[in-house]
């Protein structure tokens, strides 16, 4: 049973009696708390202790602010169940961060005038409870976080430069109580994401506003809320006396507020300026990098799904780079396998953003979501199993560097390389190997060869990506395609980089993204023919001659792809896919194929059909050749 006895001693010699259950506080507390109580003594207030153990601090509020309407406890070991206390000591059990936890506090008191969080002391939890219990505390009251040494330590999510670390987040606060003073038109949640976007659901401008100080001791932090009479502002200048001899015009400011600065063109105040440096020693990008970028700031997205094979190769390529990318956001797009292991411990140590999705929801959707998160210029797309060579966005970054106006530049892409699962070399420059129209000129050549391009052999822009609405978030292949093709038709230019700056890894992909390109595949092919219908009056027969015939060559491969591996199923359905291009076509192609589609249902004649067909192919592609060189000789 509790043990309280109104009485009139200080807090320290309340604590020093004390006999009941056991408490447990660091000595410097003591007297940190003597002072920071003294207002509220005699007040009726309720108060919130998140991490309550043995209990024993419960009872010594108890007995140390006998007015008290209301003392609550909260902790998620069920075993403090067992804890019982007299009438005005609630215990809610439960994990502090859940909804659920929340509602039963707020059922038994809406709001507080002392709220202290000695519950696990780990980064996450920290900010989190901080986040969703701030909103409680009342006009005037504190917000207590014990224990913060904890946040230089690695296992609760620490560590001296951690970016994500509870006292990084704290710190962010003392820039939230100076926010008029910023003058770049940016809100304290705009600050609070551009670090910590994870927790974006849970910032509310109007309460963020409403942290009027920030005081940090040895492992404490005590955040007070702004009176109602009394918001966070500087004021006026409040000038009083008579004698000014040594500046006269100091005496003119009495009653004056501060003069409204603007800080845009600061470039320490531009927040692409605060992320990154990849030597992992502190925020902020190098100035002779600005110069390198031409002031241009670059946001580098990777989106991962069970990638844990590769992935650090692809992180470390992005770290390697010569010119350094303002913002590097990793999206763990709701992975299953280690990689989130693997992404923690790298943005240990270098400055990375990692969210966290915890459903899978694709790859354009992840990039939307982490782009948006994002304040560069310019998007550098990297996916989790490619590697970028040092120089890649140095080099993308020229024609970038280049522009002095004309049709605004959408999108740079550069050629590439082949590389297999061991990282070895397989082809050196994909893109040149191939005769294709680079850069892309016009809509016919576009459709009929695609962007043949890689998301990480791109950097775009932001503002055409934004203009056209960045990604069809139903596709997972063609995404990057259709984007271009946006761009293209919302006239923005695009520039080619004719040597490799990137690698792209082609190895057995799994059943699952087969199934996913396939299906997107199918959505594209509807998107451009409803897009792109034919055009008699122009005499450009679109779906006819360009969009068909383009498809049932890829179909077609894939057919051919999906026999090496004896998928007759799979077979069978790109055969169908074949056969609703068909009434597409022209007449002689529609009748050919009607005539052979029943053999490619019947897969292992389809697939020597098509063997045969690319061998004639083939053949007829020599005697092209060789009559061309005979004309060449006359
Ligand atoms: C340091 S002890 C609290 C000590 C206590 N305040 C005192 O003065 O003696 C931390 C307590 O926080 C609880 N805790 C840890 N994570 C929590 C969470 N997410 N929500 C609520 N309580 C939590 C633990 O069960 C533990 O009892």
């Known amino acids: 049973m509790s043990s309280i006895e109104k009485t009139d001693s200080t807090f320290a010699e309340i604590f020093a009696a004390h006999t009941g259950k056991v408490s447990d506080k660091w000595q410097s507390y003591i007297p940190a708390y003597e002072s920071l109580f003294a207002e509220f003594r005699d007040k009726r207030i309720a108060l919130l202790e998140i991490g309550i153990q043995n209990g024993g601090s419960l009872e010594i509020y108890a007995n140390y602010f006998a007015n008290a309407e209301i003392i609550i406890g909260c902790d998620i070991n069920p075993k403090c169940r067992l804890l019982d206390y007299g009438p005005g000591i609630e215990v809610v059990i439960g994990n502090c961060t859940a909804d659920e936890t929340r509602r039963k506090i707020t059922a038994l008191s809406p709001s507080f005038d002392i709220i202290i969080d000695d519950g696990s002391h780990v980064s996450n939890d920290v900010i989190v409870a901080f986040l969703r219990y701030f909103s409680l505390v009342r ?32 710190k962010l606060l003392v820039d939230a109580i100076n926010s008029e003073h910023w003058g770049i038109g940016e809100s304290i949640s705009d600050l609070l994401a551009a670090e910590f976007p994870e927790y974006r659901a849970l910032f509310s401008e109007r309460v963020l506003r409403t942290i009027k100080s920030v005081n940090f001791a040895n492992s404490m932090c005590v955040i007070r809320k702004t009176g109602d009479d009394a918001p966070n502002a500087l004021g006026p200048h409040v000038v009083k006396g008579s004698e000014a001899v040594v500046e006269q015009s100091i ?156 049709l605004p530049l959408g999108w740079v892409y550069s050629d590439f390389d082949d590389i297999d699962e061991q990282g070895l070399v397989i082809a050196r420059s994909f893109i040149n190997r191939q005769t294709l129209q680079n850069p892309k000129r016009d809509l016919v050549q576009f459709l009929a060869q695609g962007a043949v391009t890689q998301p990480s052999a791109t950097l775009i822009s932001r503002a055409a990506f934004d203009a056209v609405g960045g990604f069809d978030e139903n596709l997972s292949g063609f995404e990057d395609e259709d984007l271009f093709l946006r761009m293209f038709r919302a006239n923005y230019d695009n520039a080619y980089i004719a040597h490799p700056l990137s690698q792209w890894r082609i190895y057995d992909s799994s059943y699952g993204a087969t199934y996913r390109l396939a299906k997107s595949q199918r959505y594209y092919i509807r998107k451009i023919m409803t897009q792109f219908p034919d055009d008699k009056w122009r005499g450009i027969y679109y779906v006819r001659d360009v969009i068909a015939p383009r498809f049932v060559m890829t179909w077609a491969l894939m057919y051919v792809r999906a026999g090496r591996y004896k998928n007759y199923a799979l077979m069978r359905e790109y055969a169908w896919d074949i056969w609703a291009l068909i009434p597409h076509l022209r007449i002689l192609r529609r009748i050919a194929l009607t005539i052979v589609f029943p053999i490619l249902l019947w897969p292992r004649a389809g697939d020597l059909l098509l063997k045969a067909a690319a061998k004639c192919w083939r053949w007829t592609s020599w005697i092209r050749r060789l009559k061309y060189l005979a004309t060449a000789r006359l």
């Open 139 to 170: 006009p005037g009251g504190i917000y207590v976080i014990e224990d913060l040494h904890t946040s230089y330590w690695q296992q609760w999510q620490g560590g001296l430069f951690h970016k994500k670390s509870s006292i990084a987040f704290l």
């Open 251 to 406: 005496k003119a400011l009495d009653g004056m507020a501060q003069i409204k600065v603007d800080e845009r063109q600061n470039p320490a105040s531009d927040f692409g300026h605060r992320t990154i440096d990849a030597s992992g020693a502190g925020a902020g990008v190098p100035d002779r990098d600005r110069q390198k970028t031409g002031n241009l700031t670059i946001a580098a997205i990777m989106p991962v799904y069970n990638g844990e094979r590769f992935l650090r190769e692809a992180i470390q390529s992005v770290l390697d780079q010569t010119v350094y990318p303002h913002e590097f956001v990793i999206v763990d797009d709701g992975s299953t396998d280690g990689s989130c292991v693997i992404i923690e411990e790298m943005s240990r140590k270098y400055p990375i953003t990692l969210i966290k999705r915890e459903k899978n929801s694709g790859q354009s959707a992840s990039r939307n979501f982490a782009i948006k998160q994002c304040k560069s210029d310019l998007i550098a797309l990297i996916d989790q199993d490619d590697r970028w060579y040092p120089n890649h966005l140095d080099g993308l970054l020229e024609p970038f560097r280049k522009f002095r106006g004309g």
